[in-house]
Structure formats: C-alpha cells, structure tokens
C-alpha cells in the first residue's frame, strides 16, 4: 500500500519532470487528499473497478497499478486518461465522463452475479450535474454495486464552486461518499510557464 509520503513524492517528481520539460502535455497533479483517499482505497478491493477523473495519479497508485507504469503513461501525454483494464482501471478528462460507463459497468456485474464493486471518483463541479444525479438515483434504483466519491476542493476548475454553482445539492444517497480537502497543485500543470 502507498503511503502519504509516497504519493507526495510520486507528484513532485512528475512536477520536477513537466518543469524540466521531459513531459509534453498537460498533467493534473493531487494533493492534499492523501490520507482520505489512502482511507477510501482500504475499501476498495484490487478486483473492483476504479473509475476516474484527469486527476488520477492517486487513484491508479492507490489501485494498485505500478508506479513505474503510471510514471512512464504520465510521460507519453497521458496524465489525463490513465487507463489500464487488466487492472480494472479507466479514468477521462471529460468532466463526469465516467459516471454513465461506471453505472453500466455495475449494471453488468449485478446480472452476471459477481461480487465485485465499482467505485467512480469526480470533483465537486462533475457532482452538480445532472449526469450525476442520474447516475446516482439509477444506481439506488437499481440497486447496483456502485460508490460514487465525490472530492470537493472547492473549486470548478479555478474558480470557487459555490460562487458558480450556488448552493451545492448533498446526496441523501449511501452510495455517495464525499470529503473535503485544500489542493495543494494549481489545478493544471505546475503553476509556472514551461516552453517544450
């Protein structure tokens, strides 16, 4: 299992690298959630499938996806959809792109009568939309092994999600898990010009 620490250290070296220019393509670094998100994954069984945002690099970690790997995708442009389906792990850059795919991919398991979850992050922006409540009240419909965990940092992009949005709903539903954290990476790249 990685560690705080590990999971800082993983995001300053892929910092160090865009900054060095050896990365040629946007990345989005995490931060300031580790010890929540190193909580949820003790949840989540290395069978479940994880679903994720363009900011992923903890998720595919915590899934148990080799750093190495993670590190060398990072490296051919492709920080923002790391996927790997042999480790039951896909992630988009379209903004609550995944829920849909999530919430079928749950529906399939729960008529082959598997015992495997899903689980599918977004941020608090993904969480105002209507492809999330959707999502969600199928879901609880249904009944589908499906956890949504929504990571609010505040902010829909870089601007605060409350001023954009208003108030932001709460789901009543089991099936959301949200927590709240201060970001400690801008939301894209590394806060500094780089010329490739």
Same mark, same amino acid.
């Given at each position: 299992m990685m560690t705080a620490e $590990?999971?800082?250290t993983f995001e300053?070296?892929?910092a160090a690298d865009f900054e060095a220019a050896n990365i040629r393509a946007p990345v989005h670094l995490s931060?300031?959630?580790? /010890?929540?998100?190193?909580?949820?994954?003790? !949840?989540?069984?290395?069978? !479940?499938?994880?679903?994720? /945002?363009?900011?992923?690099?903890?998720?595919?970690?915590?899934?148990?996806l080799p750093a190495d790997w *993670?590190?060398?995708?990072?490296?051919?442009?492709?920080? $923002?959809?790391l996927s790997s389906p042999?480790?039951?792990?896909?992630?988009?850059?379209? *903004?609550?792109?995944m829920l849909p795919i999530a919430v079928g991919v749950a529906a399939a398991l729960q008529r082959l009568g598997e015992t495997r979850h899903v689980w599918v992050? *977004?941020? !608090?922006?993904?969480? /105002?939309t209507g492809a999330f409540h959707e999502a969600v009240q199928y879901a609880d419909g249904q009944d589908l092994p499906v956890h949504f965990v929504v990571e609010d940092n505040g902010f829909s992009t870089d601007s605060p999600t409350l001023?954009?949005?208003?108030?932001?709903?709460?789901?009543?539903?089991?099936? *959301?898990?949200?927590? /709240?954290?201060?970001?400690?990476?801008?939301?894209?790249?590394?806060?500094?010009w780089v010329n490739f």
């Open positions: $590990m999971l800082r300053e070296t892929i931060g300031g959630n580790e /010890t929540q998100l190193i909580e949820i994954f003790q !949840d989540i069984a290395p069978e !479940d499938w994880v679903f994720s /945002t363009y900011r992923n690099h903890f998720h595919a970690l915590l899934h148990g *993670v590190r060398a995708q990072i490296h051919a442009g492709r920080s $923002m959809f042999q480790h039951c792990f896909l992630s988009s850059a379209i *903004v609550g792109g992050f *977004v941020g !608090d922006m993904a969480a /105002t001023e954009c949005w208003g108030k932001v709903p709460v789901s009543l539903s089991p099936r *959301v898990r949200r927590y /709240t954290y201060a970001r400690t990476w801008p939301h894209s790249n590394i806060g500094k």
